[in-house]
């Protein structure tokens, strides 16, 4: 059964940095992107940056320059670098897998809180 384990949330004051890491397991395959959404308290989920199987990066508009997405293929993993903080980036944040077979994984989501 494939699980998506996401690490690195917590709390961090406006203009800090935090560093998202989520690692797949029990055999996923196909991989076709891999994303990170977040969700804030009374709004929908939204996309933060997505890397496609070719290396292809995109970003929402509010993180462009701040935030970065990589990933290590080898070992399933997918990472966000987030730096410059802003108090609305406050959200739980979810790792996505996007297969060409089996659908979209998500991963349990991961708090990140910044504060003033």
Do not use: H
């Not at 384990?5 to 690692?23: F, I, K, P, T, Y």
């Not at 076709?32 to 496609?52: C, D, N, Y």
């Not at 935030?67 to 996505?96: G, H, P, W």
């Amino acid at each position: 059964q494939v699980q998506l384990v996401e690490s690195g949330g917590g709390l961090v004051q406006a203009g800090g940095s935090l560093r998202l890491s989520c690692a797949a397991s029990g055999g996923i395959f196909m991989i076709k992107s891999m994303g990170w959404f977040r969700q804030a308290p009374g709004k929908q989920r939204e996309l933060v940056a997505q890397i496609t199987n070719s290396g292809t990066t995109n970003y929402a508009d509010s993180v462009k320059g701040r935030f970065t997405i990589s990933r290590d293929s080898a070992k399933n993993t997918v990472f966000l670098q987030m730096n410059s903080l802003k108090l609305e980036d406050t959200a739980v944040y979810y790792c996505s897998f996007d297969t060409w077979i089996s659908g979209t994984y998500w991963g349990q989501g991961t708090q990140v809180t910044v504060s003033s």
